[in-house]
């Protein structure tokens, strides 16, 4: 039987000042007719999926889980180049702006080194596939796609396209994680497009 997370005081603290650091976000999305900072939506959103994905998950993968897109919106895509190398260096980027910011956070209100440093390994996904906790990570990011974001993507790209990113999501997710996609409640043209891409 798995062990019910008890969160600190300090955990709290964390998850409190990331979150006001993601309400922060100028852009707004719409959920339960009410709307939203995209960022602190996303970062509730990576949560509840990490609970029900792997209740079990350390106090650093849910750390890691709701800061992963920590004040993205200062980093816009579009202040890269583009194309595919242009994107490449805008994540690689990203994924050093938000270990930073985070780690900032974290030792402000007391957790040493190591563990910092370790969230931060997870944020930038270091050792994908080799670590278990940063696949964790990219699971629940990848199912959080897939709930809550594939149908935007969906209307704004043809179908081809669609199945690419699939593609791409699929490998990048344990076999764990892929069980789990196929449970989710999509559409009925969303999972067609699924099962194209994993077919």
Known sequence: MSRTFEPS???R???ARFDRANAE???VETADCASHPKELLYAQRMSDALERFAPEA??????????Q??????VPRDSYPEGRDGYRRWRTDLGRFHAE??????RGIGYDDDT???IQ????????????????????????????YLVRFAARHDDEKVVGILRKTWRKMSDQGRAAALDLDLAPELRALVARAIG
Do not use: M, Y
Not at 69 to 74: D, L, N, V
Not at 101 to 106: K, N, Y
Not at 125 to 142: H, I, N, P
């Open 116 to 118: 910092v440093e370790r």
């Open 58 to 67: 350390s106090e650093i993968v849910r750390l890691a889980v709701r800061c």
């Open 121 to 148: 390994a997870l944020l930038r996904k270091e050792r994908l596939k080799a670590d278990s906790e940063v696949q964790l990570l990219e699971d629940v990011a990848c199912l959080v796609f897939l709930s809550h």
């Open 13 to 15: 603290e964390a998850v």
């Open 9 to 11: 005081e300090r955990f």
């Open 25 to 27: 976000d100028p852009n």
């Open 101 to 106: 910011t985070a780690g900032e956070i974290l």
């Open 69 to 74: 897109h920590i004040r993205r919106w200062t």
